[in-house]
């Protein structure tokens, strides 16, 4: 659990946690180089939005911080998520560049 969900209502907590474990585990394994599933991402926001509906007044600082630290996460996940999109793409240019140049090369010498 984070500082910032440390004052947050029960109903709140886990499901601020759930997100942020997931974030945390989406951004390891793409450190890692291993694949990420995402596909539970938009239920845990839905279920956190869900659970922060009826927040009192009193809490609202502390989902506010939460939802703060949550989107902090995500944006990095999307930057890295964006980052090794990027690797991937010009690592299959580059192969593909090499194997027409082999293609040509192979052609070229057979003349």
């Known amino acids: 659990m984070s500082e910032?969900?440390?004052g947050l209502r029960p109903e709140v907590?886990?499901?601020a946690d759930k997100l942020t474990s997931l974030v945390?585990?989406?951004r390891?394994?793409?450190?890692?180089q291993r694949m990420v599933d995402l596909s539970a991402l938009d239920g845990k926001v839905r279920a956190l939005c869900d659970?922060?509906?009826?927040v009192p007044p009193e809490d609202t600082a502390a989902v506010k911080a939460a939802l703060t630290d949550i989107v902090d996460d995500l944006d990095r996940l999307e930057a890295e998520l964006t980052a090794q999109n990027e690797d991937v793409?010009?690592?299959t240019v580059n192969t593909a560049r090499r194997q027409a140049m082999d293609a040509y090369t192979k052609t070229k010498d057979e003349s």
């Open 24 to 26: 945390t585990t989406a």
């Open 4 to 6: 910032a969900n440390a």
């Open 13 to 15: 907590l886990p499901e």
């Open 28 to 32: 390891r394994l793409l450190a890692e």
């Open 51 to 54: 659970a922060t509906r009826h």
């Open 89 to 91: 793409n010009a690592q």
